[in-house]
Structure formats: structure tokens, C-alpha cells
């Protein structure tokens, strides 16, 4: 037994990383490039090769499981990216996280997704890096709203804008930036819940917030803001006006202005709009809600 214990030590075989093989991380980087053409199926069989040459490889658990998601095998990939948290190193326990989160998201399970959007939370506010937590509190709020739940929605995106005002050196065009994002979140809320009146309201203090803080890089996401809005409140030929101002390539834009299509009786359209979703293989909040429903949607063609 001694004799045993003594040869895994040396030899690090009692590990849960070891240097993986050089051909293993090769197979990684081109199953990454397959999966982002939309390749599921051809970037599995490569990270399937990559963990029996190395099966703890990290890398290749996280990517198996955003290949999964993206398919629709959910259970499937969460086995992934259970053993992905459990090789993370400390630079990248994070990462691993909030791709368990987005597997969540993906079902629509807010609830299980906080759980590990949470500990990303807490993580980022014991190293008083208060910009990072905002910005996952945010994306957890995104994930509650988008799931429907309004009210953990708006708790969520409080914590994320009061959070951020606690660096201590912050600007007065960040300051308003993080108000803008805060009264969009808000209008968003609003929307969601038949307050029609309220959401413009908030609508009106965004654009005031947006207009001081000077950033032309966040000018796009007011058209997304008004023509949610809109869509959310019922306003169908607003909101396809809107949202095809804003950002084309974001795939809950383009699923919005799919079911606004749909729901105006352009059935053609919306079709459209659908496929333009699947071509999308980003593993982030917009896409983890817009995938399904435009899978859903083309499998049932309407």
C-alpha cells in the first residue's frame, strides 16, 4: 500500500489534472472551430478523442458540454460541465460556472442556474472586484426575466446596478452607464409585467442616463430596449421597426422579431427569422432563450 501511494505521488497519477497531451488540446481547438459553424455533432467526436487520450481534460469537458447544449441534450451536458468545475483551476472555476449556469438557462431553470451564478457573485465580491459582480448579477437577472420571474428579476438587477456604485473610483459616465443599464433593466421589468405606462417612463429615464454617460457603443442597445418594450406591451409593428435597429447578430433580437412577425400573421417571416437564430452558437443568456424557442418553433412550423 506504501509502495503504491509512494509511486502516485512521484508520478502525479493521484491528480485530478494532468499535463494533458498535446494531441488532445489539437483536437479541442478544431472541435471549437466545428462547433462555431454550427458542427455539433463533428466537434463531439473530437473532444470525445480528446478525453480518452486525456480524461481530465478540462477543456474538453467544458466544450463537450457547450456542444450538448447547443443540441439540446441538457442532462447530458451538465455530466460535462460537473466534471469541468470539479478539474477548474482557480483562474478558471468561474468560467466553468457560469457555463453550469447557462445549461440551467437553457431549460428555462432559473432556479438551478442561481445557484451558480451565485457562487460567481460571491467569488467576485470577496476580491471587492464589484464591476465583475455587478456584471453577474446582471446576467442572472437577465436569466430570471427571460425564465419569467420578475420579481427575482428586479432583485437581481438592483443588486448588479448598487453593487457597481461601490468602486470606488468610478466615473461619472460609468455612473451613468450602470443607470442606464438599470432603468433598461426596469422598463424591461415593467413590460413583463402589463406596465405599459411605467415601461416608459423608465424608457425616458434611460435614454437621459444613456445620452449623459456619452457612450456610442451602448447607443444599440436602446432600439433593442424600445422595441422589447414594445413587444412585451403588444405593440407588434413597433417593435419589428425597433428591434431591426438593433443588433442583428444577437440571437434573442432576432427570436423577438421572429414571434413579432408571427404574431402580426407573417408566419414567412418569422420562419425567417427563426433559422437566422440557429446560426447562432454562442452559449450566453440571449442564446440559451432564443435556441429553444426557435427550435420549437421551426419543429412545429409556425
Known amino acids: 500500500m506504501l509502495r503504491t501511494l509512494i509511486f ?4 502525479g497519477a493521484c491528480c485530478a489534472q494532468q499535463t494533458p497531451a498535446p494531441a488532445a488540446l489539437d483536437r479541442v481547438k478544431q472541435g471549437e472551430k466545428l462547433n462555431s459553424e454550427g458542427k455539433q455533432d463533428e466537434a463531439l467526436a473530437l473532444y470525445r478523442q480528446a478525453l480518452e487520450m486525456s480524461p481530465n481534460l478540462y477543456e474538453a469537458h467544458l466544450d463537450s458540454g457547450i456542444a450538448l447544449d447547443l ?13 469541468a468545475i470539479e478539474l477548474a483551476m482557480a483562474d478558471t472555476k468561474q468560467q466553468a460556472l457560469r457555463a453550469m449556469a447557462m445549461s440551467y438557462a437553457f431549460e428555462g ?7 451558480y ?16 459582480a455587478a456584471e453577474s448579477a446582471n446576467e442572472l437577472a437577465r436569466i430570471y426575466l427571460e425564465s419569467g ?14 453593487t457597481a456604485q461601490r468602486k470606488p473610483d468610478l466615473t461619472d459616465a460609468d ?12 422598463a424591461r421589468i415593467a413590460a413583463r409585467s402589463g406596465k405599459a405606462g411605467e415601461a416608459q417612463q423608465h424608457i425616458a429615464a434611460a435614454k437621459a442616463a444613456l445620452d449623459k454617460a456619452n457612450n456610442p457603443d451602448q447607443a444599440r442597445f ?14 407588434y409593428k413597433t417593435a419589428i421597426a425597433d428591434l431591426q435597429k438593433a443588433d442583428q447578430h444577437d440571437p434573442l433580437i432576432l427570436a423577438l422579431l421572429g414571434e413579432s412577425y ?21 452559449h450566453n443568456p440571449t442564446n440559451a432563450f432564443a435556441r429553444p424557442l426557435a427550435r420549437k418553433k421551426l419543429a412545429r412550423g409556425n
Open 8 to 11: 502516485f505521488l512521484l508520478t
Open 262 to 282: 408571427e404574431k402580426s400573421g407573417d408566419s414567412s417571416q418569422a420562419m425567417n427569422y427563426y433559422r437566422q437564430v440557429l446560426a447562432s452558437n454562442a
Open 117 to 132: 451564478e451565485q457562487q460567481v457573485f460571491d467569488a467576485r465580491m470577496s476580491a471587492h472586484d464589484f464591476i465583475a
Open 222 to 235: 436602446f432600439p433593442y430596449l424600445t422595441g422589447y418594450v414594445a413587444f412585451y406591451t403588444g405593440d
Open 109 to 115: 431553470n432559473a432556479t438551478e442556474a442561481a445557484k
Open 149 to 162: 420571474d420578475t420579481t427575482n428579476a428586479y432583485k437581481w438587477y438592483q443588486s448588479g446596478y448598487e
Open 71 to 83: 443540441k439540446g441534450n441538457y442532462a447530458e451536458a451538465r455530466q460535462h460541465f460537473t466534471r
Open 175 to 186: 455612473k451613468n452607464l450602470w443607470l442606464f443599464r438599470w432603468e433598461h433593466a426596469q
